[in-house]
């Protein structure tokens, strides 16, 4: 199970920390992503991290403002969001691929506005 918090409004420029609580399946044995759908839109990755938390990708429309990190020992995955923009408005989601299905979170809702 996968559930996300920290969503919220924040205003052009500004920071916002979104979570995701991990149960129920070894947390420390597998990448995790987020991924945001905008409004009307699909649903795209934003960023990822290895099992270990060295290994990170980001989309290019995030890349040296976001900040994907995780905690075991917490089961604990982030996203550090910095300067955001307008455009970074979506409902964010945090996802797991097993070897023959994923999980999926609720989604957080992110609004940049002023």
């Known amino acids: 199970q996968l559930v996300e918090s920290g969503g919220g409004l924040v205003e052009p420029g500004g920071s916002l920390r979104v979570s995701c609580a991990a149960s129920?399946?070894?947390?420390?044995?597998?990448?995790m992503s987020w991924y945001r759908q905008p409004s009307g839109k699909e649903r795209e990755l934003v960023a990822t991290i290895d099992p270990t938390g060295r290994r990170k990708n980001y989309a290019d429309s995030v890349r040296g403002r976001f900040i994907i990190s995780r905690d075991n020992f917490q089961k604990m995955l982030y996203l550090q969001m910095n300067s955001l923009k307008p455009d970074d408005s979506a409902v964010y989601y945090c996802?797991?691929?097993?070897?023959?299905?994923?999980?999926w979170g609720q989604g957080t809702q992110v609004t940049v506005s002023s």
């Open positions: 129920g399946f070894i947390f420390s044995a597998f990448s």
């Open positions: 996802r797991v691929q097993f070897k023959q299905s994923q999980s």
